[in-house]
Antibody, heavy 116, light 109 residues
């Protein structure tokens, strides 16, 4: 069974940092692009970033460029989102998803709240 | 405001059919495949239709997708109460160099 499990969310002050982790199982992790997608409370889905199988390419939504960084460790079946200089409008549930011509299997998400 | 436009809401009665539209442009839907996602209340999104019209294993054939030009549609036939959810379209956008989602459509049965 394909599964993604996110962790690392929590409450952080504006300007702070947080690192999210995603562990994939049930598939050959190193063979897939991976995505982060977020959903602010009561709002729609917003794609955040993705990364190629070997980590050589990554793309970001404009609003997080320069603040967020994705990385992966295929030996650990893990995908990460380093979030710096966090703002109130980064408050959201962050989902990790495998790519198959777009996000296909999604985790249950981890909540990030940016507030003082 | 998303580059993919969906109606905020649609509704239907059990057994009826409904359609949800997703309008984009030449930099996204006009050139790339469209996926559709279903998000039941309080849960993570689930892939409903991939590559414009492909149903992943386990998705009932009541759900179908189509694409024409710069627009796509999700059709649901034989509505059931458990279909009440938010539905999102998504596509790669070469101008933005990233994936874009529609704003979502709330289906009420």
């Amino acid at each position: 069974e394909v599964q993604m499990v996110e962790s690392g969310g929590g409450l952080v002050q504006p300007g702070g940092s947080l690192r999210l982790s995603c562990v994939g199982s049930g598939f050959t992790f190193g063979s897939y692009w991976m995505h982060w997608v977020r959903q602010a409370p009561g709002k729609g889905l917003e794609w955040v970033a993705n990364m190629k199988q070997d980590g050589s390419e990554q793309f970001y939504v404009e609003s997080v460029k320069g603040r967020f960084t994705v990385s992966r460790d295929n030996a650990k079946n893990s995908f990460y989102l380093q979030m710096n200089t966090l703002r109130a409008d980064d408050t959201a549930v962050y989902y990790c998803a495998r790519d198959n011509s777009g996000p296909d299997y999604w985790g249950q998400g981890t909540l990030v709240v940016v507030s003082s | 405001q998303s580059v993919l436009t969906q109606p905020p809401s649609v509704s239907g009665t059990p057994g009826q059919g409904v359609s949800i539209s997703c309008s984009g442009d030449r930099s996204n839907i006009g050139k790339y495949v469209v996926n559709w996602y279903q998000q039941l209340p309080g849960t993570a999104p689930k892939l409903l239709i991939s590559r414009n019209n492909q149903r992943p294993s386990g998705v009932p054939d009541r759900f179908s997708g189509s694409k024409s030009g710069t627009s796509a549609s999700l059709a649901i036939s034989g509505l059931q109460s458990e279909d009440e959810a938010d539905y999102y379209c998504a596509a790669w956008d070469e101008s933005l160099v990233g994936w874009v989602f529609g704003e979502g459509t709330k289906l009420t049965v």
